[in-house]
């Protein structure tokens, strides 16, 4: 089936820096990524809706400002967490189509990256 | 927007018996409801899905069914082992660009 790699897969930070996570789709295009956030023993809580080539679409109650996402080709979405803070401190998972399949089909995921906030 | 409920939250059953997870959605323009095994720290991995238009799909221990009149599509894993032992989340879709909307999941112990 399709990669989807994504990195780094673990960072720690110091409150108020700045993280980039990269997700990419190693095998084929993906005009859309979606990216989640998961809190240890939840669900993955989609944060935003990453389109190539124009703005992110963002779940209600995600801050844009906070979050930058960034989708600068079809095979590649960046999420920056901004001015992180203790409660950031989660696992971030990215995940994309192969849409050249044609009908909806298998979201493939990234391996997940996780943030600690010091 | 589509709504996916999970039960039950936690399930313990002993190697060998079966084990049942359900799942009802909201949208019923949704057509396509994978079930993902996510081990602790990795990421969410696809074991089966079925599409709207058929009611049953069995792959080995697994078997997945849907009810499209009631909203309703559950997950059946027989002769159940120790390294079934993870979280199982069911999830809906209805279109190509709109992203896969979860359960709550499922902690499954398999005891031995």
């Known amino acids: 089936g399709a990669v989807v790699s994504q990195h780094p897969s673990r960072v720690i930070c110091k409150s108020g820096t700045s993280v980039k996570i990269e997700c990419r789709s190693l095998d084929f295009q993906a005009t859309t990524m979606f990216w989640y956030r998961q809190f240890p023993k939840q669900s993955l809580m989609l944060m935003a809706t990453?389109?190539?080539?124009?703005?992110?679409?963002?779940e209600q109650g995600v801050e844009k400002d906070k979050f930058l996402i960034n989708h600068a080709s079809l095979t590649l979405s960046t999420l920056t967490v901004t001015s992180a803070h203790p409660e950031d401190s989660s696992f971030y998972i990215c995940?994309?189509?192969?849409?050249?399949?044609?009908?909806?089909?298998?979201?493939?995921f990234g391996p997940g990256t996780r943030l600690t906030v010091l | 927007g589509e709504n996916v409920e999970q039960h039950p939250s936690t399930l313990s059953v002993q190697e060998g018996d079966s084990a049942v997870i359900k799942c009802t959605y909201s949208d019923s323009a949704s057509n396509y409801f994978p079930w993902y095994k996510q081990e602790l720290g990795k990421r969410p991995q696809l074991i089966i899905d079925?599409?709207?238009?058929?009611g049953e799909k069995k792959d080995q221990r697994i078997a997945v069914t849907l009810n499209k009149t009631a909203k309703h599509f559950s997950l059946h894993i027989t002769e159940t082992q120790p390294e079934d032992s993870a979280v199982y989340f069911c999830?809906?879709?209805?279109?190509?660009?709109?992203?896969?909307?979860f359960g709550k999941g499922t902690r499954l112990s398999v005891i031995a």
């Open positions: 999830a809906a879709v209805n279109s190509g660009n709109t992203p896969l909307v």
């Open positions: 990453s389109n190539e080539g124009s703005k992110a679409t963002y």
């Open positions: 995940s994309a189509r192969d849409l050249w399949g044609g009908s909806v089909s298998e979201q493939f």
């Open positions: 079925i599409r709207s238009n058929v």
